[in-house]
């Protein structure tokens, strides 16, 4: 294979979506939606509640099928059944109330449901030392300093807890990567370190699909940028498209805050006159 074709190949959407929705009979949740996902890239889909965000990625990760438009993974046409099929497709979703078990260290956490065994048959046991020396080595590699992989999950922080959620999806063969408004919950300092390693996932080569309701957050990571409103999308945008004061401008939707502007200075103004009025009575 020539290294041109290998430049074409590594070029191409490892997910595509051209004009996808989604129907629940006569409701319209999600309509004509497209955007790409690349190896390497961070696809960021901003929009207020009820925007269509969480329609949206579950389409993605396999819990709801698409009713309208063309869904591609690899270039191939599909629809992805379930959860497990997305997995097994290497698309993996960390949700915002992630799935951990806060009283357990953080090397169960790591491994939980898949994990790693020494012997065979009725004899076999977990290889404990095996999961914890990975567990340390998989975090470190993406930056994150593990004090002690015993350590109860519950006890890091929120942003930590992010990470860890990341690296694993990571090890397990993630090559998409949704996360589910990972720094909505955040202090500053906190939802800056899960920037960190959002955008070490990206150096790692990994497409990242970024659900977040905050411009703040996704422009500095972002290479491209869905704004998703009242189900529909009103743009796809690559960074060098639009500025910050573009994407949070279309954020607040530009058009209704000068409208609301508009209406509040007449109300204060009538408030003001009212005013004016009543002292002119008293007097």
């Known amino acids: 294979?020539?290294?041109?074709?290998?430049?074409?190949?590594?070029?191409?959407?490892?997910?595509?979506?051209?004009d996808i929705g989604k129907r629940y009979g006569n409701i319209i949740a999600l309509s004509d939606v497209s955007t790409s996902v690349r190896a390497g890239?961070?696809?960021?889909?901003?929009?207020?509640?009820?925007?269509?965000?969480?329609t949206f990625i579950k389409i993605l990760a396999g819990a709801h099928q698409h009713t309208d438009g063309t869904l591609l993974v690899d270039?191939?046409?599909?629809?992805?059944?379930?959860?497990?099929?997305a997995l097994?497709?290497?698309?993996a979703t960390v949700y915002q109330d992630l799935a951990v078990v806060p009283l357990m260290p953080v090397w169960r956490n790591f491994f939980l449901g898949s994990e790693v065994r020494k012997g065979f048959g009725p004899t076999s046991r977990?290889?404990?030392a095996a999961m914890k020396r990975t567990t340390?080595?998989?975090?470190?590699?993406?930056?994150i300093d593990l004090r002690d992989a015993d350590q109860p999950i519950g006890t890091l922080s929120g942003g930590e807890r992010q990470c860890v959620?990341?690296?694993?999806?990571?090890?397990?063969g993630a090559r998409v990567l949704i996360l589910d408004e990972p720094t909505a919950a955040l202090g500053v300092k906190q939802s800056g370190v899960v920037l960190k390693y959002i955008a070490k996932a990206r150096e790692r080569g990994l497409g990242v699909v970024f659900i977040t309701h905050n411009p703040h957050h996704?422009?500095?990571?972002?290479?491209?940028?869905?704004?998703?409103?009242?189900?529909?999308?009103?743009?796809?945008?690559?960074?060098?498209?639009?500025?910050?004061?573009?994407?949070?401008s279309m954020m607040a939707g530009g058009a209704e805050l000068e409208s609301l502007a508009a209406e509040l200075e007449k109300t204060m103004a009538g408030t003001a006159l009212a005013e004016e009025m009543k002292a002119k009575v008293k007097q």
């Open 218 to 248: 996704a422009f500095p990571v972002g290479d491209r940028f869905v704004i998703l409103r009242r189900g529909r999308s009103i743009g796809d945008f690559s960074k060098t498209d639009l500025s910050m004061d573009d994407l949070t």
């Open 126 to 128: 977990l290889d404990i």
């Open 88 to 91: 097994d497709r290497g698309i």
């Open 75 to 85: 270039g191939e046409e599909t629809t992805l059944s379930s959860p497990r099929e």
């Open 41 to 54: 890239a961070v696809t960021c889909v901003l929009g207020d509640n009820g925007a269509g965000k969480s």
């Open 1 to 18: 294979m020539s290294d041109e074709t290998q430049q074409t190949r590594s070029d191409e959407p490892v997910i595509e979506v051209r």
């Open 165 to 172: 959620a990341i690296a694993r999806a990571v090890y397990f």
């Open 136 to 143: 340390k080595e998989e975090l470190a590699a993406m930056g």
